[in-house]
């Protein structure tokens, strides 16, 4: 250790260590030439002798200063300056592969970021890697009921706490303003099992996850900045949760947002105080309702392993005590005979992993591919650099530099280059995040990441750009340093970079054909999607949600609603279309025995609401003002649910059983009406059945308006804000278009479109530039011969036409690679394609026709250079 | 590079660092002392190379066996002395007797005992 530290003192004090060397030397020159005095030399004579003897002083000096420790140190502060030095002063050529580099850099990092931010980074709790998650293995199943998280939360043997919680949201009142806030519902131990501390007031705990506990709330730390400006006074103040009083309790710590990734939770309440705020979901704490995600924090000391052994063991008891007693029998053994399994939970739960993994992992291969580009085209530019420095080299390697060093400070280069483009990629990556961030959002959810660079991300763009630059530096470094210096020296010589410079730059093309037919593919799958015909009226609708409604929607408001100018007709219902709720049950023929799992999706339609959503009627009528409560029940089938269950028969007249919200009912069907893309756009139209929303026995089913508008919809939008907010003073009215609830079922698609198409843009532009350097170096190198055609008589259009030809031989070369590849490639992708099949003729032709354009493009400026070639200075020597 | 009769015999880098610890054992010397006695007391057969002289100098400063501070020669001008460290005192007296342990190995395999000499 003595000797590290000496060596790190010499080092600080280098220079002074330096000239310490050159006295000593000096002082022992001047002691040998006296002694040579002494023997009766002349002063002169001795001072000659004593230097022949002491050698080569630099030498000396060189192999003492070896011994000092840090030579390879010392040269790699030499490259790096030396290095930098020469990037400054070819602004051009640094310029270009910096930002070459940067953009390829910048969007692998900001897939990843992604990618990390929704699979990969830790909930910001204690220990996260000892969290598990709770599933049943046969199904993945991830939703348990709250009687159940109970049991498994006293289990206190296993797990040292449990958390269930679930997605929320709630009309939140402070004085002042009533919004829609997002939030969770969660059991007593959530914060507990988490281990988090509040950041003010307390956190919730076991008392308050009890019936008839008071209803208290615990706000986020954003919350509690933006609505009470942190003040300390906000922490036992009481605020309305749908009209309900809720005592705040305490703020949790901030940077923690809930445990669903990707959305914010601002008010968390405990389960049990649910029916005091929202008192038509108080079912969801049954037996029977199964909507709480569990996390679990296994005892000290127990392995995931023991905890699954050990529950599996308790699961049997714990089953009989929590399967509601209306369950079939076959439900009832499923659940008995559950398996559990650990899953680590430490990363939380989304349902955003399910819907994106797959265009994630697309995207990562994509923009592998441009990183890939990227870095042919800087080493095509440090080949060309390579060209330019020959000499140099040459020089070096002539007066005794060896290979290894030159080498290596060729690589520090690249490796400089790595680093600056990195550092702009990082940035370019915090941009494209942000943009990212807004495509997701534009889904049925928002999505709220922390898309700061973290470690991870960092160390992720580290290195990659590393390896790129290394990678692509090699092949440059190695064959300059080949050559031998006699070869440089020469006149005319230099490196043949032609053959590999071509080939890298057909390459980069067949990858770009590659990255543009992915890119056209997407692009008109979402097309498709956006022009199918879904069964039902896409524009000019209005929905209005009413959450929190208990009963039915009063009639007379919906007449009063159709008298508002610029409304055609109105309608409400339980459900609509791809609004991602969904109500099933099992509805049979009368005397066909119900079938266990074959279910139905129910709609409870109010009148007139076919004519508003625009679902054609196929056979007798739909439903009017006399189909209510106390009229005989009846109901509309769809298309698919005839041809399920009546083999295409006229159902028209037969009766339906089926158990509408827990009362068994016959039903008579009154009309088919034509299948609507209830299950998504994608899927085949399930079997529907509609029944009278005004023969809705019960009072807490959810309530949507929907409004056929003839005009303006921003204006008929807020005609009905105006009509409906004074009658309904609780509750906040949105009003939104049915076309936007459809859109937003595409979000996948749509980030997929988008981002294929920026990912093969920036390829194709960075394939022209290396094409573009390509055909400049062709027509600089052989401006003598060009010359020598044009003094022979070669007219300026049969220059230009050679350049041309070139640069659409390449072009054509790389397209016949790249389709095949791009065939290869779009097989795999093939599920995520809609209304064409991977081998599009149509999106090939297109890229075909893309890349000859960029091919003509990239020519243009060499060629009319290669035309302005004045044939007597070429000639001249140069 | 040799100069100079034939008897100069050619110093190897663990030996010269040997043989440099061995003169700073009296005491403290500068580098052009230290070549010069072991020059003299080698009877002219060891004539040590400036250029190896000090890398081995500098060598032996980096791993703690000798130590240097510039002090006053006789004849009055600055000059860089090297003195032993204990650390360095250890390493003689290891190096010294492996050494002795060699030579002794090689004189009985080239003069062994029942054989006459050639």
Redesign the interface.
Known sequence: M??FL??VVWLIYRRRREA??Q???A??L???A??RQADGLSQEEARFRARR????VT??QE??R????WVALEHLMHDLRYGLRGLRKNPAFTGTAVLSLALGIGANTAIFSLIDALTLRWLPVRDPQALVQIRIAEDKQESFSYAIVRALAEQEDIFEGVAGFSGWAANVGTPGSTDRVPGALVTGGFYRTLGLNPAAGRLLADEDDRTGAPPVAVISYGYWERQFGRNPQAIGKAVRVNGAPVTIVGVSPPGFVGANVGSVADITMPVAALPAVSPEAAGLLGPGNFWLRVLARPRAGVSKAQARAQAAAVWPQIADRVTPAGWPGFLKEGLAKARFELVPGGTGWTRLRAVFRKPLFVLMGVVALVLVIAGANVANLLLARATVRQREIAVRLAIGGGRGRIIRQLLTESALLGACGAALGLVLAWGTGRLLLDVLSSGPQRVTFDMAPNWHVLAFTSAVAMVTALGFGLAPAFRSAAIGPSGMLKEHSGISRSRSLSSLVVVQVALSVVLVIGAGLFARTLDNLENVDPGFRREGVLLVDLEGRRTAFPRELLDELQQVPGIFQASVSTHTPLSGAVWSEPAVPRGQAVPERDNAYFIGAGPRFFDVVGMRLLAGRGFNDRDTIGSPPVAVVNEAYALRYFNGANPVGHYLSAKVRGHATDLEILGVVKNADLAGLRKAAPPAVYVPYYQLLGNNFPTTLAVRVSGSLSKAAAAVHDCLQPRLPNVPIEVRPLSAQVEATLVQERLLALLAAMFGGLALVLAIIGLYGLLAYGVARQSREIGLRMALGAQRRGVIAMVLRRAVGLVLLGTALGLPAALVASRWVKSMLFGLSPADPATMLQAAFLLIAAALAAAYVPARRAAAVDPMTALRHE | MQSGASSRLELLQGTLDLLILRTLLPGPAHGHAIAKHIQRTSEEALKVETGSLYPALHRLEARGWVAASWEHSEKGKRARYYRLTAAGRKQLASEQSKWEKFARAMGLVLRPPHEESV
């Open positions: 003595n000797r000496r060596q310490d060397l006295a000593e030397l002082f022992h001047s002691a040998e006296e002694d003897d002491l050698g080569n030498l000396v192999d003492t070896a011994t000092w420790g």
